[in-house]
C-alpha cells in the first residue's frame, strides 16, 4: 500500500458536529407556511374484499381539508387499494387535515365495508393447492410457465413453417416444471450446472436439510415522513428522508405520470434506513396527491406501528438445502430449494439464493427459489439483501458436514475455497466467470488468527462458530463537482445521499489529490433540480461508485491547477508539482510556487474562469469481499439463554480509507446479524401483524451487544477507487450462521429455525 497524508487515516465525519449538536435537520423538522398534516387510511383486515368507502363523515370533520383515494390517481397506477386488500395496514386512502389529531380522528371516520376473505401467512401453505388465490382465480401458473405457454402458443399459430422441434423443447421444459406444482407464485429463477444427479451419486457423504429465516425490520430510529408542495403551477417539490432522492423522483414521476423536471426532491438527514428507504409509494405519493388536492403543503409521517404494518421489511424464506461431499472433504454438489415470503407484492431477494455455492469450488450446482405471495406487505432490501438468509443455509450446513466428516470447520473452507482464476460456477452473481484477484483465503485465517483458532478452549456449554460470506458491491452512474475558492479551500458538489460516512471518505479521496489538510474541504449536497445525477445509496454502491467520481473530479480539478499554475509561472505543465496546496516549479534553479488561494483568485480573471473540476462515472466491474466471523458462546442449558462471549470480525475492504469507518461498519453489520440470530423476527397470526413495535419487536439493548472485534484485510480492488471496496453489506451476511454453528457445537444440537430464541433452544435440547 502507498503511504497517503489523508487516505487511510482515522478522521472525523464531516456531518458529526451537526448531528451530535442537534443542527442537523431530518424530515420531521421541516416545516412549510400552511403546511397541512396527512394520515393514511389502512385496512382493518390482512385479506378481504372492498365492498364500498363511505368519506362523508370524515369530510364534515372541521380541519380537515382533503380526502384522495385511488379515484385521484389520473395514471391509474395503483397508490391505494381499490377492489380488495392483501394486508393489515394497507392504505385505502389519505386525509390531509390543519392538524395532525384532526387528521387521525378523520382517518377513523372513514368507513369501509369489507368481506373477509381466508388469510394465508406462511410460504409453505401458500403454495399448496388449498391455499387461498391471493392476486388471481388462474391458480398454478409461476412467471415461467407463463413465459413457455405463451411461446407455445405464439409458435402453434404459427403456420407459416414448421415449429415441431421448438414446441416438443418447450413441452419438455414445461413437464419439468409440472413435476412440482407451485400455487400463489410471484416469481421465480432457476440455475444449474453440472450435473447433480452425478454429484450426489459420487458423494461419501449428503447431508440434507431445511432451514427457516423470518422477516426482520430494518429498525431505523426515523420513520418514514416526506413533505410534498405542489405550487400554483404544478411543479412539486417533495422533501423526502430516502436513501435514493433521484429514485424517488422518478418513481413519483411514473406513478404520476409528471415530467421529471416538474418534480425536484429534497433529501434530508436521514434517521438510518438500512435498505428499508427507497420504497415511493409509503408516504412521497400520497403527500404528493393531497397537496395537489389542496393547494397547500402537506406532511406525512408514518408511525412506528405504521412501519411495522406496511413498511418494506426484509424477506424471510424457507430454504431446503442438499450437500454432497467426500470423504477428504471436496465439496461435488449442492441442490437449493428457496421460497420466499414476497408479501402482497411481486419481489422479495429471490435472485440471492444463487448464493449457496459461496465462494466455494463447487462443480455441480441446481438452484430453484420462487417468490410467494402472503398477506403481508412487500419487502425491500435490508444490508447485503437476502445474503444472510443464503449464508446462515449454506454456512450451517458445510459446518455439520465438517462435524460428520471430523474435519476442522476452518480447514475445511480453506480447502475448498476458490482462488484467483477459477470458474465461478452458475448463473447470475457473477456466474460463468472466473474469480478475479481476491482476498477469501487471507480473510478466513486472519479472523482465525486473532483469536487463535488451533489453541481455542472451551468450558461446559460453551461453543465456538465461524462463517464465512461474500458481496460484491453495486455499481452505478455518478456526478460531482470540485471547485477550489480563493483561499486555498475546496468545496465538493453532489447528490449523493451520506448513510454510513460515506461523506467523509470522498473528502479524503479529493484531500489527497488536491494535496490540501482534509478540514479545509466542505460537502454540500443538492436536490434533484441542482445537483449531478448519483445512484442510490445502497449496496454497498457509494464509496465505490462516488469514491471514483470523485477521484475523477479532483483529477481535473488538479489539470485545471496545473494549467493555470503554468501560465502564471510562465512554464511547462512537465516542470509543475502540485504539494502541500501549492504548485511548485521542479527546476532548482528556480524555486517558484504559487498557493492554490492565490491561483483560485487568478481564475476568476481569465478567459477559464473559476476552477472547477467535473467527474462523471458510470460503471466498471467490482470485486468481491469476503467477510468472516467467528463466536464464542455460552448457553444456559435450563433457560435456553444465550451468551456472546467474543465476536471477532475479518474483512477484506480492498483499502481502508477511513479505517474507523470501516470499523463502524463492521461492528453495526455484525450486531444486526447477532440480532436476527437470536431474537428479531416479525410475528403474524390470521389477523395480521402482531408484534408492530418496538414492545413487542425484540432489538438489542446495549445490555446485550457484545463486543467486536474488527480485522481489517486489504486485497485491493482494480477499478475501486485507491483499491477501496464497498464496505457496508458483507459484515452482516456469516453472523446468523456464526451463530448458529456456535451454539451447535456448545450443546450438540443444531437449530435450523431463527432466531435461536430461548424456547426454541430449549426445544432443541428436549430433542437431543
Known sequence: MSEYSVLGKKLPRVDGLEKVTGAAQYGADIHRAGMLYGKLVRSKHPHAKILSIDTSEAEK??????????????????????????????????????????????????????????????????????????????????????TIKAQLKKLQDDESQDHSAEIAELNAQLGILEDELYYNISAETHSAIGDVEAGFAESDLVVEDTYVIPRVHQTYMEPHVS??????????TVWASTQGPFAIRSGIAGTLGIPLNRINVIPTTMGGGFGGRFGVALTHVPAVLLSQKTGRPVKLQMTREEEFLDGRPAPGCVIKL????????????????????????????????????????????????????????????????????????????LDEIARQLGIDPVEFRLKNLREEGDLIPGGGQRGGSNEPKVGYKETLQAVADAVDWKNRTKGPNQGWGVAIGDWTNGCGPGGMYVSVHEDGSVRIFHGSMDITGTDTALAQIVAEIL??????????????????????????????????????????????????????????????????????????????????????????????????????????????????????????????????????????????????????????????????????????DENGNVNPGFV??????????????????????PNGPFGAKGVGEPPIIPTLAAMANAVADAVGVRVTELPMKPERVLDALSRK
Open 61 to 146: 370533520l372541521p380541519g380537515v381539508r382533503a380526502i384522495v383515494t385511488q379515484n385521484d390517481v389520473e395514471s391509474g397506477r395503483r397508490v391505494f387499494a381499490t377492489d380488495k386488500v392483501l394486508y393489515l395496514g394497507e392504505p385505502i386512502a389519505a386525509v390531509a387535515a390543519t392538524d395532525p389529531d384532526i387528521a387521525e380522528e378523520a382517518a377513523e371516520l372513514v368507513r369501509i365495508d369489507y368481506e373477509v376473505l381466508p388469510v394465508v401467512q406462511d410460504v409453505m401453505q401458500s403454495i399448496q393447492p388449498t391455499a387461498p388465490r391471493l392476486h388471481s382465480d388462474d391458480t398454478k401458473d409461476g412467471p415461467t410457465r407463463r
Open 227 to 236: 413533505v410534498a408542495d405542489v405550487d400554483s403551477i404544478g411543479k412539486i
Open 322 to 397: 442438499k450437500t454432497g461431499v467426500t470423504a477428504d472433504g471436496r465439496i461435488l454438489v449442492r441442490q437449493a430449494l428457496g421460497f420466499w415470503d414476497s408479501g402482497s407484492v411481486s419481489g422479495a431477494s429471490i435472485g440471492s439464493t444463487i448464493r449457496v455455492r459461496g465462494v466455494y469450488k463447487i462443480p455441480n450446482l441446481k438452484v430453484d427459489a420462487y417468490g410467494v405471495y402472503t398477506n403481508k406487505s412487500g419487502t425491500a432490501a435490508y444490508r447485503a439483501p437476502g445474503t444472510p438468509q443464503v449464508a446462515f443455509a449454506g454456512e450451517s450446513q
Open 515 to 684: 494535496t490540501v489538510p482534509y478540514e479545509q474541504v466542505t460537502i454540500t449536497r443538492g436536490d434533484t433540480d441542482s445537483a449531478p445525477y448519483a445512484t442510490g445509496s445502497g449496496g454497498s454502491v457509494v464509496t465505490f461508485t462516488m469514491g471514483n467520481t470523485a477521484k475523477l473530479a479532483a483529477e481535473d480539478t488538479c489539470q485545471r491547477i496545473l494549467e493555470l499554475a503554468a501560465e502564471r509561472l510562465n512554464t511547462g505543465l512537465e516542470n509543475l508539482e502540485l504539494k502541500d496546496g501549492k504548485v511548485s516549479v521542479l527546476a532548482q534553479d528556480s524555486p517558484r510556487s504559487i498557493s492554490l488561494g492565490e491561483l483560485a483568485a487568478y481564475s476568476l480573471s481569465t478567459t477559464g474562469g473559476p476552477i472547477v473540476g467535473k467527474g462523471s462515472f458510470a460503471r466498471q466491474p467490482s470485486t468481491p469481499a469476503l467477510a468472516a466471523q467467528i463466536a464464542k458462546i455460552e448457553v444456559d442449558p435450563e433457560a435456553g439463554r444465550i451468551k456472546v462471549l467474543k465476536m471477532v470480525s475479518s474483512q477484506d475492504v480492498g483499502f481502508a480509507i477511513n479505517p474507523m469507518a470501516v470499523e463502524g461498519q463492521i461492528e453495526g453489520g455484525t450486531v444486526q446479524g447477532y440480532a436476527w440470530a437470536t431474537m428479531e423476527e416479525m410475528q403474524y
Open 696 to 717: 413487542d419487536y425484540r432489538v438489542p439493548t446495549s445490555a446485550d451487544l457484545p463486543t467486536v472485534e474488527s480485522v481489517i484485510v486489504e486485497v485491493e480492488a
